[in-house]
């Protein structure tokens, strides 16, 4: 993704990240830079970190050390001296207009027809008139497949035709970056090849993303490279042809042989 100026963005630093739950250590200090544009898939056994990790970039979780920014800009925090401070709210939440997030159980408000749960935070968030948030909404309904769902409410679509519209929501912000929460586990089987098209079509587009997922071939296909992560450490990173290759990481190695 880049500005009209033509510069790239979406850039994301993950510094010493710690998060702790009560005396349980989640993240055991993370370092991980990702690039502009690159799609990132996150790897690993559950419990190892790998959601936490994600929810962190925009502030969902607090960080107990460590610090995450994206373009220069601190996420959640402001810089006193050697001190982070907790921004407010207001601030966090402006924040998070340029961080999307596909969580893994939708969080479609019910009560909203697929427009409307479109259209809400562009109008709310970023001011947009009625009339160009539903021109969007519209442009981005046709790409996820759903344009002619646009009256439904959520309670009428499968789980893969919601996911696809939080997909869509999430786009409506126009984010630098885009957070997926292992996005098909929610799903039936015969309903994840759908939402993983999606997400592949996004991939090729040229946005900064960073995908939770336990599908492998997916992220063999998609990711420019794969983190895999275990006991709240990054163990390896690189291409998938790294990870899926002989000089991987003993512990990803025998991982990815259960899971293949």
Avoid: C, W
């Amino acid at each position: 993704m880049t500005t009209s100026a033509g510069t790239a963005v979406g850039r994301v630093r993950i510094a010493g990240v710690q998060k702790n739950f009560g005396e349980v250590t989640v993240l055991k200090g993370i370092d991980l830079v990702i690039e502009p544009g690159e799609v990132t898939v996150i790897l690993g056994p559950s419990g190892s970190g790998k959601s936490t990790l994600l929810r962190t970039i925009n502030h969902l979780e607090k960080l107990d050390q460590g610090s995450i920014d994206i373009d220069g800009e601190l996420i959640g925090y402001r810089q006193r001296g050697q001190t982070l401070h907790e921004l407010p709210e207001r601030e966090v939440l402006r924040q998070r207009t340029r961080i999307g997030m596909v969580f893994q159980n939708f969080n479609l408000f019910p009560h909203l027809t697929v427009l409307e749960n479109i259209v809400e935070a562009p109008i709310a968030a970023l001011k947009q008139s009625k009339a160009q948030a539903t021109a969007r909404a519209v442009e981005l309904l046709e790409r996820v497949g759903l344009a002619d769902r646009a009256d439904a409410y959520p309670r009428q679509l499968s789980g893969g035709q919601q996911q696809r519209v939080a997909i869509a929501r999430a786009l409506a912000l126009d984010p630098k970056v885009l957070l997926f929460d292992e996005p098909t586990s929610a799903l039936d089987p015969e309903l994840v090849t759908e939402v993983l098209d999606v997400i592949k079509d996004l991939a090729r587009g040229g946005r900064t993303m960073i995908i939770v997922s336990h599908e492998i071939g997916f992220a063999r296909e998609v990711a420019d490279r794969i983190v895999f992560m275990d006991a709240g450490l990054v163990i390896d990173q690189g291409s998938p042809e790294h990870l899926f290759g002989p000089d991987a990481h003993p512990r990803a190695k025998a991982f990815l042989a259960k899971v293949l």
